[in-house]
């Protein structure tokens, strides 16, 4: 990234913008077909999900904070993803959307409600 480079101040308003586009576009006809293609591939597995699907999403969200301002390449999305991280805990519309685009290269992760530690004998 060069010196010039200005990385706009990322607001929670810009980042639900930003995170409503990247969906809307993730959705679009021709990523729906990349994206269920890559799935089709892949299955289940994890590795694989972020070889192949993860680089499909990433590269519409760096086209998408283009829009907004954001430096096009790894710079731009790296530092996209910094401010993002910390919007998400304070501000829970932000934390989902984002949840939103994640499941699109992570599998579903079940987690067990209990607290319960094995019983010891």
Known sequence: MSKTDVIPLLTSEMAILILNKTIEELQSPE?????????????????????????IVMQVQMDVIKEFG???????????????????????????????????YLPPVSVNATNESPAED
């Open 31 to 55: 990523n729906t077909k990349k994206i269920e293609e890559a799935r089709d591939n892949v299955g289940n597995e994890m590795l694989k999900m972020m070889q192949h699907l993860f680089p």
């Open 70 to 104: 954001f430096p096009d390449g790894r710079d731009g999305i790296v530092k996209f993803a910094q401010m993002l991280r910390s919007l998400e805990r304070d501000d829970p519309e932000v934390a989902r959307l984002h949840s939103t685009i994640k499941a699109y």
